[in-house]
């Protein structure tokens, strides 16, 4: 019987646990046994698998996180871990790994395909959305109806006292939640890092929304907007860095401009966790099963992608070559409604 390995690495998102449960599913009905590797690639390293079967996959289509754990290491600087990693994946005799993540994730999954380390596929998660290759990464829509739904929240406070109100958004490189959110929440204003920020134009904006009678606004903001020079300097692929504090910078210089009370809320990791969406669900599902056969095809150093609504796969190369920045044209869209 051959063996197929299972890990979720870098931030966890809704929707992991359905890509597992759809993988442990599919890969015994093709006779597959499956290995469940804790805490990403980590796991490999320290060669901590434990043989998952339909009894540690029940329930938990609807489960935020991961059942397997996670964690965040590059190991593309580490030979020695590489080294380790690659004995134990032989040892515990894996036939194929599927690797669930995004950039930091796929990047060590293609370094250690192309060095003939181990047989991968790859399954795209990002609640970013920020990876390329794919229309879409797992774990984005969850994201986007809870930023919503917390706009929606903040909305109403904004309104009956009459201020402005910052919402920071995750997105450290790239501004789909805020975007989104933004649009389905109706912001006044929308900041991403894809475009630079004017704040003298967003203060003129607030002043003549409050002249019109519109006596409050509300202000969404990526992590990774560039204000000031706050943000700017640029972070190579591949690289981590933390982000925060910008929402803050924005509230303070609202107000001292305009005068208009103005309070910041950060969303962070409430955005990532909890239920996945039933479309994270049945995307999630999906990856997983597609995950499976793109194994028995032998099609290794590929992901799976989405594609004009069909699953397809493409080289996990294209997929981390570039961060998949924001469409535009939503973003004109949005722009309609900006201070109106
Ligand atoms: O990559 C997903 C993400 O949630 C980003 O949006 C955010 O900047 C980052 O992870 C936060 O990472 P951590 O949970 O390690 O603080």
């Known amino acids: 019987?051959?063996?197929?390995?299972?890990?979720?690495?870098?931030?966890?998102?809704?929707?992991?646990?359905?890509?597992?449960?759809?993988?442990?599913?599919?890969?015994?009905?093709?006779?597959?046994?499956?290995?469940?590797?804790?805490?990403?690639?980590?796991?490999?390293?320290?060669?901590?698998?434990?043989?998952?079967?339909?009894?540690?996959?029940s329930g938990i289509l609807d489960k935020g996180g991961t059942i397997l754990g996670t964690s965040r290491v590059n190991l593309l600087d580490q030979p020695d871990q590489i080294q380790q990693?690659?004995?134990?994946?032989?040892?515990?005799?894996?036939?194929?790994?599927?690797?669930v993540g995004g950039e930091e994730t796929l990047k060590i999954a293609l370094k250690l395909h192309q060095d003939g380390h181990i047989k991968v596929v790859g399954v795209p998660k990002s609640i970013d959305n920020a990876l390329s290759g794919t229309d879409y990464a797992f774990g984005f829509d969850t994201a986007v109806n809870v930023a919503t739904e917390c706009i929606d929240r903040l909305h109403t406070t904004a309104e009956s006292h009459h201020r402005i109100i910052v919402i920071e958004v995750m997105g450290r490189y790239t501004g789909w939640i805020a975007l989104e959110a933004g649009i389905a929440g109706g912001a006044d204003e929308i900041l991403v890092p894809e475009i630079p920020t004017d704040l003298r134009k967003i203060c003129e904006d607030v002043k003549a929304r409050h002249r019109?009678?519109?006596?409050?606004?509300?202000?969404?903001?990526?992590?990774?907007?560039?204000?000031?020079?706050?943000?700017?300097?640029?972070?190579?692929?591949?690289?981590?860095?933390?982000?925060?504090?910008?929402?803050?910078?924005?509230?303070?210089?609202?107000?001292?401009?305009?005068?208009?009370?103005?309070?910041?809320?950060?969303?962070?990791?409430?955005?990532?966790?909890?239920?996945?969406?039933?479309?994270?669900?049945?995307?999630?599902?999906?990856?997983?099963?597609?995950?499976?056969?793109?194994?028995?095809?032998?099609?290794f150093g590929q992901m799976v992608s989405l594609r004009d609504g069909k699953l397809q796969s493409v080289d996990i190369a294209e997929a981390v070559l570039t961060r998949k920045k924001i469409d535009m044209e939503l973003y004109e869209l949005a722009k309609v409604f900006f201070a109106s």
């Open 212 to 299: 019109r009678g519109r006596n409050f606004s509300i202000i969404v903001v990526s992590e990774g907007a560039s204000v000031f020079g706050y943000n700017k300097e640029a972070v190579p692929q591949g690289e981590r860095r933390r982000f925060g504090y910008v929402g803050e910078i924005v509230a303070k210089m609202i107000e001292e401009s305009t005068g208009f009370e103005t309070r910041v809320s950060v969303l962070g990791h409430i955005q990532r966790g909890g239920t996945p969406t039933a479309y994270d669900r049945i995307i999630g599902t999906q990856f997983g099963v597609k995950a499976v056969d793109l194994i028995k095809q032998e099609k």
């Open 85 to 99: 990693l690659s004995e134990n994946y032989k040892r515990s005799g894996l036939d194929a790994l599927i690797a």
């Open 1 to 57: 019987m051959k063996k197929i390995g299972i890990l979720t690495g870098g931030a966890d998102c809704p929707g992991l646990n359905s890509v597992i449960r759809a993988v442990v599913r599919k890969g015994m009905q093709e006779g597959y046994v499956v290995a469940g590797i804790k805490n990403g690639w980590l796991g490999l390293v320290e060669n901590d698998m434990r043989i998952l079967d339909i009894r540690q996959t």
